[in-house]
């Protein structure tokens, strides 16, 4: 998911393919067969993946059906049960930096309970995380940005120690 597709997925022409989508055959090339004679064919390649993985995401997000997800980012995201325990820790600080936030499961739990920074040096994840956030009516800080040169200011530093690799 790049930032290009989730600003087309956030216009009438993006809503429209990805309702389209939801609405198509479950295979994939015939999904893909209906979306063609409508849409763009980068865009419908886009929007079936997502989909794909709107699917696959049910089993960690109670609002998958809305949310943006790249592979990977899916993969190493805490699902809302583990973000929402992990959160608790830190209730009692006001502003939380989440460093190399990924998809932003867990800066939405922390959310719940401070003000959050979230930060990840891959700029379509810091848009992934914006959608996600909004998803959830969450108000969160993205930075883009490098966490070996830059950390911001806060009171508590969350970060996933289940990450293999910086994001």
């Known amino acids: 998911m790049t930032l290009e597709d989730l600003r087309y997925f956030s216009s009438p022409p993006g809503q429209a393919l990805l309702k389209a989508a939801a609405e198509a055959p479950e295979d994939d090339l015939k999904r893909l067969t209906v979306l063609r004679k409508r849409f763009p064919a980068d865009r419908c390649r886009a929007a079936v993946t997502l989909l794909t993985l709107r699917e696959r995401a049910k089993l960690k997000f109670s609002r998958a059906s809305e949310m943006a997800f790249d592979r990977e980012g899916l993969e190493q995201s805490s699902g809302e049960t583990v973000a929402t325990y992990r959160a608790k820790r830190f209730r009692g600080f006001n502003r939380i930096a989440d460093l190399c936030c990924g998809i932003g499961g867990d800066a939405i739990a922390l959310s719940q309970h401070a003000s959050v920074i979230t930060v990840d040096q891959n700029p379509n994840r810091v848009a992934i995380t914006g959608w996600n956030a909004r998803v959830y009516n969450r108000s969160l800080q993205s930075v ?22 910086h994001n």
Do not use: G, N, Q, Y
């Open 144 to 165: 883009c940005a490098d966490v070996t040169t830059w950390i911001p200011d806060a009171e508590a530093i969350f970060l996933d120690p289940s990450r293999r690799k």
